[in-house]
């Protein structure tokens, strides 16, 4: 039987998701393993965008950053950060955004900001980034993040992206043109929006349960009629990741 450890299978099924052709806003670090994981099996023809102006970005090694100089050997263009949010972002042209979070809430929020009240918080994070942006005019957003309670309120301390809002008529109303996070990928299973934009658990890994997903979940998680199970990761997806991807385990640990 074929061991794996929890990121890997984020990682993996959050690679499956994505489409030959897709244009992805990538980030680093997880999110980039599963890119280029996707480029190295079914999505050959998947174009990279890092925030720093890189397109068609080809690494050769795992990135450290937005700005490694790896992104730029064989890249297809190299522009300012400037135009690769106003001129590809914003314009519809950015199929896929990856994006994670201290907190992510039953509408698909996500909290990179504070935990804790604003003015005095618990706990200061990183912030937006280009994670705001992203959230607004990608076409669609997924979302990697370890199931733990902690990490799904039902309201976030700080809405620093915008899923739903309060449901899909408010994101909406907002006018973000995007269509918002399709899915959460977790260490237990995958959550979808339904119709009001309220997460629902859709699909399990194998050998997770419903039971564990609820109780690491802050609200009441519903349970999609009909719960699939994910296909296991192969030998072959965890053998690019291992010895191609991250030879190193700075992200697979």
Same mark, same amino acid.
């Given at each position: 039987?074929?061991?794996?450890?929890?990121?890997?299978?984020?990682?993996?099924?959050?690679?499956?998701?994505?489409?030959?052709?897709?244009?992805? /806003?990538?980030?680093?670090?997880?999110?980039?393993?599963?890119?280029?994981?996707?480029?190295?099996?079914?999505?050959?023809?998947?174009?990279?965008?890092?925030?720093?102006?890189?397109?068609?970005?080809?690494?050769?090694?795992?990135?450290?950053?937005?700005?490694?100089?790896?992104?730029?050997?064989?890249?297809?263009?190299?522009?300012?950060?400037?135009?690769?949010?106003?001129?590809?972002?914003?314009?519809?042209?950015?199929?896929?955004?990856?994006?994670?979070?201290?907190?992510?809430?039953?509408?698909?929020?996500?909290?990179?900001?504070?935990?804790?009240?604003?003015?005095?918080?618990?706990?200061?994070?990183?912030?937006?980034?280009?994670?705001?942006?992203?959230?607004?005019?990608?076409?669609?957003?997924?979302?990697?993040?370890?199931?733990?309670?902690?990490? /799904?309120?039902?309201?976030?301390?700080?809405?620093?992206?915008?899923? /739903?809002?309060?449901?899909?008529?408010?994101?909406?109303?907002?006018?973000?043109?995007?269509?918002?996070?399709?899915?959460?990928?977790?260490?237990?299973?995958?959550?979808?929006?339904?119709?009001?934009?309220?997460?629902?658990?859709?699909?399990?890994?194998?050998?997770?349960?419903?039971?564990?997903?609820?109780?690491?979940?802050?609200?009441?998680?519903?349970?999609?009629?009909?719960?699939?199970?994910?296909?296991?990761?192969?030998?072959?997806?965890?053998?690019?990741?291992?010895?191609?991807?991250?030879?190193?385990?700075?992200?697979?640990?």
């Amino acid at each position: 039987m074929t061991t794996y450890n929890s990121s890997e299978l984020m990682i993996i099924n959050a690679a499956r998701m994505l489409r030959d052709g897709d244009v992805v /806003f990538v980030g680093v670090g997880q999110p980039n393993l599963a890119c280029n994981l996707a480029r190295r099996t079914h999505a050959p023809n998947l174009v990279m965008i890092y925030e720093a102006g890189v397109i068609g970005a080809q690494p050769a090694r795992l990135p450290l950053s937005i700005g490694d100089p790896t992104l730029v050997s064989g890249a297809t263009s190299v522009c300012s950060m400037y135009d690769i949010f106003a001129f590809y972002l914003q314009r519809g042209n950015v199929d896929v955004g990856f994006l994670g979070g201290a907190q992510i809430d039953k509408y698909g929020n996500i909290n990179a900001t504070v935990v804790g009240d604003y003015e005095h918080p618990k706990v200061r994070l990183p912030g937006s980034g280009g994670s705001m942006e992203i959230a607004a005019w990608a076409n669609r957003c997924y979302i990697m993040t370890p199931h733990q309670k902690r990490r /799904f309120p039902e309201k976030v301390h700080f809405r620093t992206s915008a899923g /739903f809002l309060s449901g899909r008529a408010e994101r909406e109303a907002a006018g973000l043109r995007g269509a918002g996070p399709q899915a959460v990928v977790t260490d237990l299973g995958i959550m979808e929006p339904d119709e009001t934009g309220e997460l629902v658990l859709t699909a399990l890994h194998p050998e997770k349960t419903a039971e564990q997903a609820r109780e690491n979940t802050g609200w009441d998680l519903r349970v999609a009629a009909q719960l699939s199970t994910t296909e296991a990761p192969t030998g072959e997806e965890l053998r690019i990741l291992r010895e191609e991807l991250d030879p190193e385990r700075i992200h697979l640990k």
